[in-house]
């Protein structure tokens, strides 16, 4: 683990690919993407990660593992991310008007939800087709039986 000149822990890309447990390849493919970049680099050019760039590749695992999203719906909800933490800093600034942010937030987080509503239905539409195939099968099973 390397600093910078803020006294920010900074990390390789192989210990950042080890502890989420991804290939470098695969890092350097998010990179590629333009879903994540490196805080800096070494003097040698060596790509460095800090704990916020570690963290959103967590996440981008986890939006890819558990919710089943790909990279271009991924990067699209990353950007949605992003944009509503730039609306938090606005807001605390105090640069643009509280309800012109706050209502721009709802609007963005309402069409994120919908996203999420329609990747959930095509979930539910995939697990009912399932069950529908296991009762097939067991219903063959019990007339063999018969």
Do not use: C, W
């Not at 558990?66 to 944009?83: A, Q, T, W, Y």
């Not at 012109?100 to 963005?108: D, F, K, P």
């Not at 099968?137 to 019990?142: Q, R, T």
């Amino acid at each position: 683990m390397t600093t910078s000149n803020v006294d920010t822990p900074l990390s390789r890309i192989g210990v950042v690919a080890e502890r989420i447990g991804i290939s470098e390849r695969t890092l350097r493919y998010y990179e590629e993407f333009g879903l994540v970049t490196p805080s800096a680099y070494s003097r040698g050019g060596a790509r460095l990660y800090d704990e916020d760039v570690i963290n959103r590749v967590s996440h981008i695992r986890n939006l890819q593992s558990l919710m089943g999203f790909n990279l271009e719906e991924i990067k699209d909800i990353l950007s949605v991310e992003d944009h509503l933490d730039q609306i938090r800093i606005e807001y605390r600034s105090g640069s643009k008007p509280k309800k012109e942010l706050l209502s721009a937030a709802i609007n963005i987080l309402n069409d994120l939800q919908a996203k999420v509503r329609d990747k959930q239905v095509g979930l539910q539409n995939f697990q009912n087709e399932l069950e529908a195939r296991l009762t097939r099968i067991h219903n063959a099973l019990d007339e063999t039986d018969s």
